[in-house]
């Protein structure tokens, strides 16, 4: 896998990983579920090409809930 491809990915989380947190700031329950789509789905590609995606100890956890 190439470095770009992982950038790419992990600049993907990054953008999905801030808009949730900006849907739960907001209290935006449409935004909301579009956002945590995004971020399950970009978690699954980052799984699924062994890339890790470092957005803090509880990003998972939090996201999850």
């Known amino acids: 896998m190439s470095t770009a ?3 790419a990915i992990r ?3 990054r953008q999905a ?3 949730l947190q900006q849907a ?3 209290d935006d329950v449409h ?3 579009a956002a945590k789509n995004e971020w399950e789905d970009v978690r699954r ?3 699924e090409h062994g890339v890790s ?3 803090g100890p509880q990003a ?3 996201a999850d809930s």
């Open 5 to 7: 491809f992982a950038a």
């Open 11 to 13: 600049e993907r989380a």
């Open 17 to 19: 990983w801030q808009a």
């Open 24 to 26: 739960r700031e907001d």
């Open 31 to 33: 935004a909301g579920l």
């Open 45 to 47: 590609l980052a799984r």
């Open 53 to 55: 995606l470092l957005l």
């Open 60 to 62: 998972e956890e939090e």
